[in-house]
């Protein structure tokens, strides 16, 4: 079993920043991928940003030059630095862990709002 728990959501003004953070304990031995996805109201789940094993990253088109993900394989934890958020950035962003099956996180918020 995997569990990923996420931090650093909340509410923050247009063009303004926040740092995700997401914890990975338990069997979390040759991790494939993690990531971040994210699920506005009405909308499908949708990729926000991977990064591999091997450090490679994936971004979705939409926040690229924005935001920038990052791991750190000795504390199993992986972060999302989002700046110049824009209202559309609005979501639930869930953690996401890939070693075989696909894991989740419960998701936090991030509303983007003046």
């Known amino acids: 079993q995997v569990q990923l728990v996420e931090s650093g959501g909340g509410l923050v003004q247009p063009g303004g920043s926040l740092r995700l953070s997401c914890v990975a304990s338990?069997?979390?031995?040759?991790?494939?991928?993690m990531g971040w996805y994210r699920q506005a109201p009405g909308k499908p789940r949708e990729l926000v940003a991977l990064i591999s094993n091997g450090r490679a990253t994936n971004y979705a088109d939409s926040v690229k030059g924005r935001f920038s993900i990052s791991r750190v394989n000795g504390q199993n934890t992986v972060y999302l630095q989002m700046n110049s958020l824009k209202p559309e950035d609005t979501a639930v962003y869930y953690c996401?862990?890939?070693?075989?099956?696909?894991?989740w996180g419960q998701g936090t918020q991030v509303t983007v709002s003046s």
């Open positions: 338990g069997n979390i031995f040759s991790i494939d991928d």
């Open positions: 996401y862990l890939r070693r075989g099956i696909s894991y």
